[in-house]
């Protein structure tokens, strides 16, 4: 499963939420592996955008 690189946040999050996989895989234009995107890294930066800093 894979969005581009200047695909916005939602559609990762949609595409993570709609199926059984734990990551998406983010693509250069080029497509090559710019980085991949998890289910725990989203909740973190959701949890971080509502709370700010989680790390303490």
Not at 14 to 19: A, C, I, T, W
């Amino acid at each position: 499963m894979t969005v581009g690189r200047k695909d916005d946040a939602k559609e990762a999050l949609d595409k993570l939420l709609s199926s059984t996989s734990n990551y998406v895989v983010v693509l250069n234009d080029n497509r090559t592996v710019a980085g991949i995107i998890t289910r725990t890294s989203t909740a973190k930066a959701m949890g971080e955008a509502l709370w700010g800093d989680l790390s303490a």
